[in-house]
T-cell receptor, first 113, second 112 residues
Framework: GEKVEQHESTLSVREGDSAVINCTYT??????FPWYKQEAGKGLHFVID?????DRKQSQRLIVLLDKKAKRFSLHITATQPEDSAIYFC????????????FGQGTSLSVVP | DMKVTQMPRYLIKRMGENVLLECGQD?????MYWYRQDPGLGLQLIYI???????SEGDIPKGYRVSRKKREHFSLILDSAKTNQTSVYFC???????????FGPGTRLLVL
């Protein structure tokens, strides 16, 4: 089945710099890649997604890139702010069921002033 | 207001006791999920429910069962809890397919 690897377990950036979180997946048939943010003590909430028919998507300061050949996708957070500090999870839809997501292990992002 | 609620938020049980975790959603979503979150492992899917009485095992169903008798309500049951079931449990719902999942705030379960 699908496996999603999230490469950075922790990441620290200075406020105003960009942060990049990288993920790889194994199932060539995967077509949907969402990102979720988890603030301390809370549940996950959706931040942005990308589908396999495009290779780039932007929503305000968030950019997602998808490289289907390399089976890799990444989240870029530009002009980081302290409120961006959280755990970020990448995910991919399982080809066995479009309702199932397989999550990466999470990246703890710290934005330091 | 799109919301997923979970009760209780914190729970301490002794090994061998039964545990009931409850989840509700107000979005009339057909699909609901139970996950557990452990450090370094991300989220692991325990069960998925496609609608009332239409439940399917996820990746780690052993030791758990679920009940969905109303579309807005999904329960996770641990019969005879084990210490390795200490975790944070999240419920989520979605309208199905590759659509956004909405998560509850989680239940922290400690099994002694």
């Amino acid at each position: 089945g699908e496996k999603v690897e999230q490469h950075e377990s922790t990441l620290s950036v200075r406020e105003g710099d960009s942060a990049v979180i990288n993920c790889t997946y194994t199932d060539t048939a995967s077509s949907y890649f969402p990102w979720y943010k988890q603030e301390a003590g809370k549940g996950l909430h959706f931040v942005i997604d990308i589908r396999s028919n495009v290779d780039r998507k932007q929503s305000q300061r968030l950019i997602v890139l998808l490289d289907k050949k390399a089976k890799r996708f990444s989240l870029h957070i530009t002009a980081t702010q302290p409120e961006d500090s959280a755990i970020y999870f990448c995910a991919a839809v399982a080809s066995s069921s479009f309702s199932k997501l397989v999550f990466g292990q999470g990246t703890s992002l710290s934005v330091v002033p | 207001d799109m919301k997923v609620t979970q009760m209780p938020r914190y729970l301490i049980k002794r090994m061998g006791e039964n545990v009931l975790l409850e989840c509700g959603q107000d979005m009339s979503h057909e699909t609901m999920y139970w996950y557990r979150q452990d450090p370094g492992l991300g989220l692991q899917l325990i069960y998925i429910s496609y609608d009332v009485d239409s439940n399917s095992e996820g990746d780690i169903p052993k030791g758990y069962r679920v009940s969905r008798k109303k579309r807005e309500h999904f329960s996770l049951i641990l019969d005879s809890a084990k210490t390795n079931q200490t975790s944070v449990y999240f419920c989520a719902s979605s309208s199905g397919g590759a659509d956004t999942q909405y998560f509850g705030p989680g239940t922290r379960l400690l099994v002694l």
